[in-house]
């Protein structure tokens, strides 16, 4: 990288919109095209006249939608028959109460593991339906690294873990050491979710707010192994039993019609790039280019164990406060957006969700060495 160049590449042409690069953890970038067929569509859906907003969700236009995003989901996930997907509302937040609802068995335990701001929040949630054993926490060293040394009670009802800890940069890479416990297995992928081939019929549950990767906030998907369900002898509200949904095929009450509508664009976009692999591959290139740049560049310090680094979220910080600020402004100035860390952990953050292009990350890299150029 020529560390010569002026810091200045983001000249705006008179009347064209403004270039920005988005590294916001969520809600956050998703693909153009997927912006420009929403907005068309809510202007005229598929040439009916009607706007995107003003159909019925009980019309055959809304059921094609609905019917599609979930296929593909099963699709893109190479999900088995025993897997169900429903697209729900409450966002991942109350999947932390939904699922022990449904799945902590009366006089069981589930357990979780503590890794994160997220996971500490599904925890509290847990335990106003039973007994939760927490298995391990990393939260004495500020969640910089995931424990992987602890044993689970082969009673539980399940194990929860979170796959991708968005605040603090961490992800999971091996789940051997879940699948190896033998108590049904519950993720919450909100944050990485589709970024990766992964055996996901391995999971007996997963949930994932869509605002990161699959689309706009306001829904959240929660993939399940019927097997799991029947099983915790609890009355459950209508609208927060998992098999209702599955039963009336996400469609059980008026659904976030447009916010599973913009789902469904972005997965017809990732099974046009060619799907999970494909995304697969440009996120782990993306993110080699900008933990390279962290690692050879010694002002900058990246914040968790180098073999749980994230390639969702990279954390990192300075060592001196007062160039912290001067790098977050010229961020700002060069219409790099979301660049800021999270207040627990401070530094910066550059989330790299799957519609992040290679040419974003190259331009906070360019950044980055023409910033430690000028200061060292
Ligand atoms: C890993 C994880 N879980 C849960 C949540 C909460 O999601 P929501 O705001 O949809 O409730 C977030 C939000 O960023 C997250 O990153």
Same mark, same amino acid.
């Given at each position: 990288m020529n560390q010569e160049q002026p810091a200045v590449i983001n000249l705006e042409a008179p009347g064209q919109a403004k270039v920005v690069h988005n590294f916001n953890s969520g809600p956050s970038i998703l693909p153009k095209e997927v912006f420009e067929e929403a907005s068309r569509s809510v202007v005229d859906f598929n040439h009916t006249g009607l706007s995107i907003l003003e159909i019925g969700h009980r019309t055959r236009l809304f059921q094609d939608i609905m019917d599609e995003a979930r296929m593909l989901m099963k699709q893109l996930m190479q999900l088995d028959e025993e897997h169900e997907v429903m697209f729900l509302h409450g966002g991942a937040s109350t999947q932390f109460f939904q699922v022990p609802m449904n799945l902590l068995h009366a006089n069981a335990s589930a357990a979780y593991t503590d890794t994160g701001i997220w996971a500490s929040k599904a925890i509290k949630e847990a335990k106003l339906f039973g007994n939760v054993e927490v298995v391990c926490s990393s939260k004495d060293k500020n969640y910089t690294f995931l424990p992987k040394e602890f044993t689970v009670?082969? /009673? =539980? /009802?399940y194990l929860h873990i979170t796959t991708n800890n968005t605040v603090y940069g961490t992800q999971w890479q091996d789940f051997s050491i879940f699948h190896n416990k033998h108590v049904p297995l519950v993720a919450d992928? =909100? !944050?990485?979710? +589709? !970024?990766r081939n992964i055996?996901?019929?391995?999971?007996?549950l997963i949930y994932a707010g869509a605002q990161k990767n699959i689309g706009a906030a306001g829904v959240n998907i929660v993939v399940v192994n019927? /097997?799991? +369900?029947?099983? =915790?002898g609890r009355e459950i509200p209508t609208m927060l039993d998992y098999r209702n949904h599955i039963e009336a095929g996400s469609l059980l009450n008026t659904p976030p019609v447009f916010a599973v509508y913009v789902c469904l664009l972005t997965l017809r976009w990732l099974k046009k790039i060619g799907g999970v692999s494909e995304a697969e591959k440009r996120n782990n290139e993306k993110a080699a280019l900008l933990y390279h740049t962290i690692d050879i560049l010694p002002i900058f310090k990246g914040t968790v164990a180098k073999e749980d680094r994230s390639k969702m979220n990279a954390c990192f910080i300075m060592e001196d406060v007062r160039l912290e600020k001067e790098f977050l402004s010229l961020c700002e100035q060069e219409g790099m957006i979301g660049v800021k860390g999270h207040r627990t952990v401070g530094g910066f953050r550059i989330s790299m969700y799957n519609a992040l292009s290679m040419e974003s990350v190259q331009a906070i890299c360019h950044l980055m060495n023409y910033f430690a150029g000028q200061k060292t």
């Open positions: 009670d082969t /009673s =539980s /009802s992928m =909100s !944050s990485d979710i +589709l !970024s055996d996901y019929n391995k999971f007996d019927k /097997s799991c +369900l029947e099983k =915790s």
